[in-house]
């Protein structure tokens, strides 16, 4: 069970919209910053999202991020096959002096 | 360029230890945290702690306080996760990651080390 809570799953179709949340907590997202990774099959995490909403160098601003509270949103638009990968919200956790990740979500490009 | 280089896939008895490196090339290896996340297969990602390759200084997750040590040999810009007493449930790819900031995010990760603990 992650400390951090995203939906299993979201699909769409090339070029639409998606968003994906991340639930937590007032120990973690509610007063940290969130970051997100997108991991494609087989390969390390990559950096997608910083400081709830920054982008690292070379990240398409097709990739978004937004923080409300306790809650975190990745937004992904023109969707491409490509985007097809695992995406995972983090953060500190306060409580637990740790960091925490989300359980992660698979995108489908159908 | 800048990359962390990690070892090579281990295979391991239950109950012993495994000792997994990781190489920094392109930046100063002391001047960002290392931090070591861990990914069973088919599973999501587990942090396990960090150390400031400056001080030496660490900070290990709950789960792995007791089992785990993170050291590292700034000569050679060379950080170290040991995992002692392995179990079954270790198995996983073990990641080293870097360069990151105060919110606590990774925007370098090594290519992982796969960990298999089967008798």
């Known amino acids: 069970q992650s400390v951090l809570t995203q939906p299993p799953s979201v699909s769409a179709a090339p070029g639409q919209k998606v968003t994906i949340s991340c639930s937590g907590s007032?120990?973690?997202?509610?007063?940290?910053?969130v970051s997100w990774y997108q991991q494609l099959p087989g390969t390390a995490p990559k950096l997608l999202i910083y400081?709830?909403?920054k982008r690292p160098s070379g990240i398409p601003d097709r990739f978004s991020g937004s923080k409300s509270g306790t809650a975190a949103t990745l937004g992904i638009t023109g969707l491409q096959t490509g985007d097809e990968a695992d995406y995972y919200c983090g953060t500190w956790d306060s409580s637990l002096s740790a960091v925490v990740f989300g359980g992660g979500t698979k995108l489908t490009v159908l | 360029q800048v990359q962390l280089v990690q070892s090579g896939a281990e295979v391991k008895k239950p109950g012993a230890s495994v000792k997994v490196s990781c190489k920094a090339s392109g930046y100063t290896f002391t001047s960002y945290d290392i931090n070591w996340v861990r990914q069973a297969t088919g599973q999501g990602l587990e942090w396990m702690g960090w150390m400031n390759p400056n001080s030496g200084n660490t900070g290990y997750a709950q789960k792995f306080q007791g089992r785990v040590t993170m050291t590292r040999n700034t000569s050679i810009s060379t950080a170290y996760m040991e995992l002692s007493s392995l179990r079954s449930e270790d198995t996983a790819v073990y990641y080293c990651a870097s360069l990151g900031g105060r919110g606590w995010y990774f925007d370098l990760w090594g290519r992982g080390t796969l960990v298999t603990v089967s008798s």
């Open positions: 400081d709830n909403n």
């Open positions: 007032s120990s973690n997202i509610g007063n940290n910053y």
